[in-house]
């Protein structure tokens, strides 16, 4: 099977390494890809977010599965093209992929199908905004509607900043969501979906915030562990009972079935399980870690949910291991980063029993420099996670250039028993507020 893999970053960069350990993938391409994939894979000039460009790539190689990474592709159409064309795709259609390209769009979803959620609003002026926010109270969650990299959240006990960032998205020409604050650990859970049926992979938490501590504005993600040693046992099948499978049914009678990644973002409240919020695609930088642990091979699985026939899959295969994932920034992220800053010491990283993924990276001169705002990914793992995380910090000690910055305590909480999970995780309807959403009309609750 030759695969093409769309996307620059570090997700890709895992998804390439991940399909080429598969038996069953003869070939695998990326576009555009960076430095780093293209040491691992052909790398192709393309504008991933034109379908008409990538499908005429596709057809070039003769792929025969395209993974198709990021979001923006997606909410292009990109899969719709290449399945017109005649190529099996992994990643949801444009109409599927409303799942994260409005978050508005999200909620109405998650209240169709029951799903737990956060209260939220749906505002388009000022004074809708200030009346959400009054309404729901400090902390203030205020939430771009569109796609905005991870980068469009703010979550602020000030007002006033609430609103600056509310009345930026509206002189962007969009809407915000804005929601009540939902308190407890974050957990990520990727679903492999074939429209019909799904495949969770293990969970995980990232690390949004800039700086140690959770503090400063929220990026793509500084890094983040796998599997959970703090998780409820059943977490995993509650998530698919209660959130997945129930979207999944709701998205396929609206004619819009979903194939691809089904990130589920949650929180794990006082009050038990709820949805933060749905991604279309594997996230970045939990795929970096969950990845390195799989053992089942991706191209057959990824296949599959392509084909419709998750059904056939096997019980997927884990390494018996803890993986945790450090992500090095460029300098003034996640602002306006610093470009073309000299990289030095990746080998002596990998030595050292790292691997190092590439999201902002490129070639100049013949030295790999940087490109992009988060720059690498140092994935590691071991016997235990506090081994995993000694393991990964000893290969970001290798890696330096101008202005690099990373956090610090990655993984460190939960090896400090500092986590846990207040309150309960499962629905049965015997909980208030169990069925909580948010109406496409924007009121606060069914």
Same mark, same amino acid.
Not at 1 to 5: A, D, E, N, Q, R
Not at 438 to 445: I, L, N, Q, T, V
């Given at each position: ?5 769309i996307g620059p970053g570090g997700r890709e960069h ?28 052909? &790398? ?32 292009? !159409? ?75 959240? $703010? ?13 930026? &998205?509206?002189?962007?020409? !969009? ?16 679903? $492999? &979906?074939?429209?019909?049926?799904? $495949? ?12 140690? !501590? ?5 990026? !793509? ?42 990130? &589920? ?24 870690? $969950? ?114 910055q990373h956090r610090t305590d990655i993984a460190r ?34």
């Open positions: 099977m030759k695969t093409l893999v895992a998804l390439v390494r991940a399909l080429a350990q598969d038996s069953s993938v003869s070939e695998v391409h990326a576009a555009p890809g960076n430095a780093g994939i293209a040491q691992d894979a052909p &790398c192709h000039p393309v504008d991933a977010q034109d379908p008409q460009a990538v499908t005429a790539l596709a057809r070039e190689l003769g792929a025969e599965l395209v993974v198709v990474g990021p979001e923006a592709p997606l909410a292009a !159409g990109v899969a719709d093209a290449l399945r017109e064309a005649g190529f099996l795709v992994y990643g949801p259609s444009k109409a599927a992929a409303e799942l994260e390209a409005s978050k508005a769009f999200a909620k109405e979803v998650m209240a169709a199908g029951e799903v737990p959620t956060a209260m939220a609003r749906v505002a388009s002026t000022e004074e809708e905004a200030r009346d959400a926010l009054e309404a729901f109270g400090a902390p203030h969650v205020v939430k771009d509607d569109g796609l905005a990299a991870g980068k469009g959240v $703010v979550v602020t006990d000030d007002l006033e900043e609430a609103l600056a960032h509310a009345r930026s &998205c509206f002189e962007a020409g !969009g809407k915000v969501v804005i929601e009540e604050f939902l308190d407890g650990p974050e957990v990520s859970l990727f679903a $492999v &979906c074939d429209g019909e049926r799904a $495949v969770p992979l293990e969970p995980a938490q990232d690390f949004k915030r800039i700086f140690d !501590g959770d503090s400063g504005p929220n990026t !793509g993600g500084m890094g983040a562990y796998s599997p959970l040693p703090w998780a409820p046992e059943g977490l995993v099948e509650e998530i698919m009972e209660r959130v997945v499978e129930p979207t999944l049914r709701v998205m396929a009678e609206r004619g819009t079935p979903f194939v691809g990644t089904l990130f &589920c973002g949650l929180a794990l409240t006082s009050r038990g399980l709820r949805v933060i919020e749905f991604n279309v695609r594997f996230g970045d930088p939990e795929t970096q870690a $969950v990845l390195s642990r799989l053992r089942s091979p991706l191209g057959v699985l990824l296949r599959r949910a392509a084909e419709g026939r998750l059904s056939e899959q096997s019980p997927l295969e884990w390494a018996p291991s803890y993986a945790v994932d450090v992500v090095m920034a460029a300098g003034n992220y996640p602002d306006s980063p610093r470009k073309g800053d000299p990289i030095e010491g990746i080998e002596a990283a990998e030595a050292r029993g790292a691997s190092v993924l590439h999201a902002g990276t490129a070639e100049k001169d013949g030295r790999t420099v940087t490109s992009g705002g988060r720059v690498l990914a140092v994935v590691a793992q071991g016997k235990t996670l506090a081994e995993a995380r000694d393991n990964a910090y000893a290969g970001v000690d290798e890696i330096r250039w101008e202005g690099e909480k939960a090896i400090d028993g500092e986590i846990s999970v207040a309150g309960p995780i499962g629905f049965r309807g015997d909980h208030p507020g169990d069925r909580e959403g948010a109406s496409p009309s924007g009121e606060a609750g069914l």
